[in-house]
């Protein structure tokens, strides 16, 4: 039987649901070290449980997850603020 591998995938998805089911001890062997940033930096916004629990409802309602919905907020924030005064 040949060993099971680690999948190629950038699905956090079935990432998450692989190492559900495996040890990491038993793929020491197809591990390497990375010294570069593996994923982007971005920006942690603490929010309140109160607003959490409002962000992941409206979210939920509008069949996105809380990040791509807070990232439409900011986006259209920051587009309003880049019209002219004119345009307001």
């Known amino acids: 039987m040949e060993p099971k591998k680690i999948p190629q ?3 956090i998805q079935e990432l998450a649901e692989f190492w559900d089911t495996n040890d990491l001890t ?3 062997d197809q ?7 593996v994923f982007q930096p971005g920006v942690t916004v ?3 449980p109160k607003d959490a629990k409002i962000v992941n409802a409206i979210a ?5 997850s809380p990040r791509a919905l807070i990232h439409e907020w900011i986006s259209e ?6 019209k002219p005064a004119a345009e307001s």
Do not use: N, Y
């Not at 939920?60 to 996105?64: D, L, V």
């Not at 924030?77 to 880049?82: A, K």
């Open 77 to 82: 924030h920051i587009e309003g603020l880049s």
């Open 60 to 64: 939920k309602a509008r069949g996105i």
């Open 26 to 28: 038993d793929f020491e």
């Open 31 to 37: 591990l390497e070290e990375v010294h570069d940033h």
């Open 46 to 48: 603490p929010l309140t």
């Open 9 to 11: 995938t950038d699905s």
